[in-house]
């Protein structure tokens, strides 16, 4: 259920659609004003190319192709073949009276296959259609590897593989690179494959090959990339209950999976705040090396040469280790019931109904995407006819046999309705399952249901390219060569009572789960009228969250802690800091409302704070001493509100100088979690993460949640930056903060005092 990941969930396929560009001509003639017309061309042609998913993204095709079933059918039907009746004369002919011939066998295109000495397999095809080079690797792993308490390594480790660069070239300096070239090289994880691609003009291939080969072998990981990777899927986790049909199909996939399994599970917060460069770098160790990749390259180029280009490539990557395990199985058991997340807000119910799936490879896999077809597949399935004729024209349903190459996927009816019919629906779908339980289906529907699989066929294996990422797929999960010939027979052999065998056997809706999403207020009647207990779900997003701490885990937080005070100047110099004034001016994103001001924030020992905030229209005051204290301005102040309360005391918590000496203020604990995560609590309402650099030991930021008035409280992290030493101590005159993964505002330090003389008098004085 993760978002890449971020809008899908963990378990759905995810497909991916290969378009070529169009042929531009390169051709040159001799004068200057045809050679300027070829420049002009050639421009265009990389214009092409950078727009075009099929040049930036090759691998995204195949790695989806990877965890994507073969074709099933479209939305709409194919026309169903009737005999050719004489048109009268001047009458022209209908639509329904077209022939067509018989689909004849999916070609497959001459592929060069062989194995480096270091154990990496590599298939070559030519394709001349263009003058562009393309290639394609193949990596086993997944995020079903993510460790526990960790989920979103590999996601992460996938878009920092490209962004990060090498040890000898930033990622900036790839882009630049890259872009001069009109070429692309794109990295990615997804849940049971890993991807690494490249896309070229034929005359840059070299170049960006080279590219390829050291993003796929030797990452770097930076730092910076790995922060802007984490922000982007706190940014999505934060978003995350916008949709409301994603979040009925994420929480249906939770359930049916069990979201406490790696199918089910998804980011959050805490999952991925745990997440340190060195993960990144041991994942990319574990599952990156020879034996473990299969290359495709395809393009303008004859095979001898490639073969010999790519051997010389990679001559010098022979990293070993031993095969990646399986992935984990997926759990037997359901969790039958109806279950209703609230949102108040929405006059629509929206909805998932259904039960754990099947694998591709099985023998019944065709016979039961016919059957869902029938069941769910567009205007003529027959859950839209229903109900669009009861529950009118407001509302929208389908089906799908989703299948997994190695593990079963997910059979789901989805849809939404109008709130007023959320019963009805749900009833009609129920019974429409018995339907196609009980008895076989029509002629017509079958030949419609099953000249729509075989149709679809067409367009999935339409280019040499999509064919080899097919290929490539099922290489990759051990099936047969000819397994897409095998499953283009085995659909033209379905039958109308293997769709009553397999709808019998396959279909139980005793074990169903029915998800719903909507306001309850406005169903027509209780959810609970479809038959038992209404399980609620919890849609709020918890934040950044301490992981248990343990002996191991507290000495090594102390031990971090101890070296981010020596870089910082050093820990007595730190506790000898009883008070200080921190100027700064603020600078709020124009999405968070664009305003400009002015702080002063003053502290004394132990626990005295206050905090003077001015912009062009407002002044305000905050003050703390202790567990009380004010808010105010120039017309009267007053003890703060529970969340302006709380806010202040974490501020508190959270200030600079305290928090790198956290070791030692009685009742905080500190636990490292990560290689440069340190994890601060005080007592049940205080908790924030510490980030530390590994290389140099400088702290580097403070993650933690913020209240809100209403609604779940915000992700929010402060960035540190441009660090000036003051009394010998570094203290960062530069603040990056972050709320739910997007940039919230700037503060930028200037003026700092320290041991200043200052007097709880003076802090406590009201405006």
């Known amino acids: 259920m993760k978002p890449a990941r971020k809008t899908y969930s963990r378990s759905e396929p995810r497909g991916a659609r290969f378009s070529a560009p169009r042929r531009v001509s390169t051709r040159r003639a001799g004068s200057p004003r045809a050679e300027a017309r070829g420049r002009t061309l050639k421009r265009a042609l990389r214009r092409v190319l950078r727009g075009c998913i099929f040049a930036t993204a090759a691998l995204a095709a195949v790695c989806a192709a990877a965890q994507t079933a073969p074709p099933r059918p479209a939305a709409s039907p194919a026309p169903v073949r009737r005999p050719v009746q004489a048109a009268r004369p001047g009458s022209v002919p209908s639509v329904k ?20 000495a270091n154990g990496m397999k590599v298939y070559l095809l030519e394709d001349r259609e263009l003058p562009m080079i393309s290639g394609a690797a193949l990596i086993r792993t997944g995020n079903l590897f993510d460790p526990p308490g960790k989920t979103g390594l590999a996601t992460l480790a996938g878009m920092v593989i490209r962004t990060g660069g090498t040890k000898s070239k930033t990622g900036d300096q790839w882009n630049e690179e890259l872009e001069n070239l009109a070429a692309s090289v794109e990295s990615r994880i997804d849940e049971t494959a890993g991807t690494v691609s490249f896309s070229a003009l034929k005359e840059n291939a070299d170049a960006v090959m080279a590219i390829f080969k050291d993003a796929l072998t030797a990452p770097e990981f930076r730092q910076d990339k790995l922060d802007l990777a984490k922000a982007q899927l706190r940014g999505g986790i934060a978003r995350r209950n916008d949709d409301a049909q994603r979040i009925a199909e994420r929480e249906f996939t939770g359930i049916v999976y069990g979201k406490d399994t790696p199918y089910g599970s998804q980011d959050e917060y805490s999952t ?3 997440v340190a460069r060195r993960d990144l770098q041991d994942f ?12 495709a390259v395809w393009g303008d180029f004859e095979t001898a040469a490639m073969k010999t280009k790519v051997e010389q490539l990679f001559a010098d990557w022979t990293v070993e280790q031993p095969p990646a395990p399986p992935f984990p199985k997926v759990r037997t058991q359901a969790d039958p019931g109806t279950y209703l997340a609230v949102k108040k807000d929405l006059t629509q119910t929206f909805f998932a109904v259904g039960q754990l799936g099947g694998e591709i490879g099985e023998k019944d896999y065709p016979a039961l995407v016919v059957m869902a077809d029938i069941l769910g597949g567009g205007f003529r399935g027959r859950l839209f006819r229903r109900v669009r004729a009861t529950m009118g024209s407001a509302s929208q ?25 959320t019963i009805e629906t749900i009833r009609a779908i129920r019974e429409e399952v018995e339907r196609i339980r009980s008895a076989e289906v029509t002629d017509e529907e079958l030949a419609a249901a099953k000249n729509t699989a075989l149709n679809s066929l067409v367009f999935a294996y339409d280019t040499k390219t999509k064919t080899l990422g097919r290929m490539l797929t099922y290489e990759y999960y051990g099936y047969p060569k000819d397994f897409i010939q095998q499953y283009q027979k085995a659909l033209a052999a379905v039958t109308r009572a293997d769709v009553l065998r397999v709808a019998k056997e396959r279909l139980d809706p005793a074990s169903f789960a029915i998800v719903a999403v909507g306001n309850p207020q406005g169903f027509g009647r209780p959810l609970d009228s479809l038959g038992g207990p209404v399980n609620p779900i919890d849609l709020t997003i918890p934040g950044p969250e301490a992981a248990p701490p343990d002996t ?23 506790a000898a800091i009883q008070d200080f004034t921190l100027g700064a001016t603020v600078d709020v994103e124009p999405a968070a409302g664009g305003t400009q001001g002015k702080w002063t924030i003053r502290w004394l020992a132990p626990g005295v704070y206050r905090r003077d905030q001015e912009t062009r229209s407002a002044r305000l005051s905050l003050y703390l001493n202790g567990r009380s204290g004010w808010t105010g301005n120039q017309q009267g102040s007053g003890p703060p509100t529970g969340a302006q309360l709380t806010e202040m005391q974490g501020d508190v918590f959270r200030l600079y100088f305290r928090l790198l000496l956290s070791d030692r203020v009685e009742g905080r604990t500190v636990n490292g979690v990560a290689e440069d995560t340190i994890e601060i609590a005080e007592g049940a309402g205080q908790f924030a993460q510490l980030t530390i650099d590994p290389a140099s030991g400088m702290p580097r930021g403070v993650r933690y949640n913020l209240p809100q008035t209403s609604g779940a409280p915000a992700a929010m992290e402060d960035l540190w930056s441009d660090f000036r030493e003051i009394g010998g101590v570094k203290i960062p005159y530069k603040t990056t903060i972050t709320s739910n993964g997007q940039k919230f505002a700037e503060l930028t330090v200037t003026d700092c005092k320290i041991n200043s003389g200052l007097k709880q008098e003076e802090l406590q004085k009201r405006p």
């Open 397 to 421: 349903v389908g089906a799908d046999w989703s299948a997994g190459y190695d593990h079963p996927g997910l059979f789901r009816i989805s849809g939404s309705t109008k709130s007023l019919t």
């Open 552 to 574: 191991a885990g507290m000495a090594k937080g102390k031990q971090m802690l101890e070296r981010a005070q020596q870089a910082a100047g050093g820990a007595d110099r730190l």
């Open 97 to 116: 009276d077209l022939k067509f011939p018989a689909l004849k066998p999916i070609p497959i295109p001459e592929v060069a296959a062989f194995t480096l």
């Open 272 to 274: 991925i705040g745990r």
């Open 284 to 295: 990319h160790k574990r599952y990156f090396f020879p034996k473990s990749v299969l290359l």
